[in-house]
């Protein structure tokens, strides 16, 4: 499978799945959690407030793993696996950039002080259980 092809099927998965785990690490220990995503390319946003433990993990190693696209349908399901640097935004550009009614549960609006957005910039992605040739490692 070609570079583009990779590409294509990760940002199909990105487009299909809107939540999956995050995994932080704190004291050598990992530390996952679900979280909803939105993506510009291949970039990951993910809104939280800045009062959870993610965010002080973040802010001393902001080295995250993601998993997005398992859907339980069974063994041979598509998803990737995302290592990425994780840095925490807090201007109100990013907060209206994913803001949306389902977040009024625990934020104001975009204007919360305690809202924040976690960007994650990947270093390194694969594509799982796409092909026989699984998996698919797509360069950046």
């Given at each position: 499978?070609?570079?583009?092809?990779?590409?294509?099927?990760?940002?199909?998965?990105?487009?299909?799945?809107?939540?999956?785990?995050?995994?932080?690490?704190?004291?050598?220990?990992?530390?996952?959690?679900?979280?909803?995503?939105?993506?510009?390319?291949?970039?990951?946003?993910?809104?939280?407030?800045?009062?959870?433990?993610?965010?002080?993990?973040?802010?001393?190693?902001?080295?995250?793993?993601?998993?997005?696209?398992?859907?339980?349908e069974?063994?041979?399901d598509?998803?990737?696996?995302?290592?990425?640097?994780?840095?925490?935004?807090?201007s109100?550009?990013?907060?209206?950039?994913?803001?949306?009614?389902?977040?009024?549960?625990?934020?104001?609006?975009?204007?919360?002080p305690?809202?924040?957005?976690?960007?994650?910039?990947?270093v390194?992605?694969?594509?799982?259980?796409?092909?026989?040739?699984?998996?698919?490692?797509?360069?950046?």
């Amino acid at each position: 499978m070609s570079q583009n092809e990779v590409k294509e099927q990760v940002l199909k998965v990105l487009d299909e799945s809107k939540v999956g785990t995050l995994a932080t690490v704190k004291d050598n220990k990992p530390y996952s959690r679900y979280m909803t995503y939105y993506h510009e390319d291949l970039v990951l946003y993910t809104p939280t407030s800045k009062k959870t433990e993610k965010t002080d993990e973040i802010e001393e190693n902001p080295n995250v793993h993601i998993l997005l696209g398992y859907e339980g349908e069974g063994y041979g399901d598509t998803f990737v696996e995302i290592e990425g640097k994780a840095s925490i935004e807090q201007s109100e550009g990013y907060k209206k950039k994913i803001w949306n009614d389902h977040m009024k549960d625990w934020f104001d609006g975009p204007e919360d002080p305690n809202l924040v957005v976690l960007k994650i910039e990947p270093v390194g992605i694969r594509l799982m259980n796409n092909e026989e040739d699984s998996p698919q490692t797509l360069d950046l």
